[in-house]
């Protein structure tokens, strides 16, 4: 089982990035995907959710507009393009499958997550 999120680094402000998140071992276009983040000192908080056919998404007020969610079911992979990064955006980034086929803004909502991918925005 595995969630390998890849695309984190170091941009300046108003910069993008686009992650990813491939999925192997596990079932995955029967259940929801998520973002979270996490910033130095600071709790994990949702970032995105997807459902299983992407035609349903849910986003953080603090990145509506910006950020984009989305995958691609042939390959397991869920994305998230993030745009006008901001320095409060600088966080290890983490993907997440849900434990059910609905989106969910909460942690416990999902029970399988991968390594986490840093994204560093400078101003």
């Known amino acids: 089982v595995q969630l390998q999120a890849s695309g984190g680094g170091l941009v300046q402000a108003g910069g993008s990035l686009r992650l990813s998140c491939t999925v192997s071992?596990?079932?995955?276009?029967?259940?929801?995907m998520g973002w979270f983040r996490q910033a130095p000192g600071k709790e994990r908080e949702f970032v995105a959710t997807s459902s299983p056919s992407g035609d349903t998404t849910t986003y953080a007020d603090s990145v509506r507009g910006r950020f984009t969610i989305s995958r691609d079911n042939a390959k397991n992979t869920v994305y998230l393009q993030m745009n006008s990064l901001k320095p409060e955006d600088t966080a290890v980034y983490y993907c997440?499958?849900?434990?059910?086929?609905?989106?969910?803004?909460?942690?416990?909502?999902?029970?399988?997550w991968g390594q986490g991918t840093h994204v560093t925005v400078s101003s």
């Open positions: 997440a499958r849900s434990r059910t086929s609905v989106i969910s803004r909460r942690g416990p909502g999902y029970d399988y």
């Open positions: 071992g596990l079932v995955f276009d029967d259940y929801a």
